[in-house]
Nanobody, 121 residues
Framework: VQLQASGGGSVQPGGSLRLSCTAS?????MAWFRQAPGKEREGVSC????????FYGDSVKGRFIVSRDNAKNTVYLQMNNLKPEDSAIYYC??????????????????WGKGTQVTVSS
């Protein structure tokens, strides 16, 4: 499965961006990760394929919304009220995710190339 992310760009703090990721075939759960320079990769959000259950990292809860269109094999990440600390390369992936207590666990099989998001005034 090949994944292609798009929609990154530059935006001022408080602004919004919408990322898209289209897979070349059917997928299971689809997730977004991000990695800023000098930092570890961070799980941002995940959505299951069967019932659309969503999971979010604590840093984006209430600001980001993940959704998917199974007919198009596409997952979206609506990012609102962006902050400078949201600046990173965002990657999409497909695999499995689940919540255990307050933590979200990811097991991704395929990864796409990233798209840069920069939040700056």
């Amino acid at each position: 499965v090949q994944l292609q992310a798009s929609g990154g760009g530059s935006v001022q703090p408080g602004g919004s961006l919408r990322l898209s990721c289209t897979a070349s075939g059917a997928t299971v759960a689809m997730a977004w990760f991000r990695q800023a320079p000098g930092k570890e990769r961070e799980g941002v959000s995940c959505i299951t394929s069967n019932d659309g259950t969503t999971f979010y990292g604590d840093s984006v809860k209430g600001r980001f919304i993940v959704s998917r269109d199974n007919a198009k094999n596409t997952v979206y990440l609506q990012m609102n009220n962006l902050k400078p600390e949201d600046s990173a390369i965002y990657y999409c992936a497909t695999g499995a995710c689940a919540a255990v207590g307050n933590a979200v666990y990811y097991d991704m099989y395929y990864w796409g190339k990233g798209t840069q998001v920069t939040v700056s005034s």
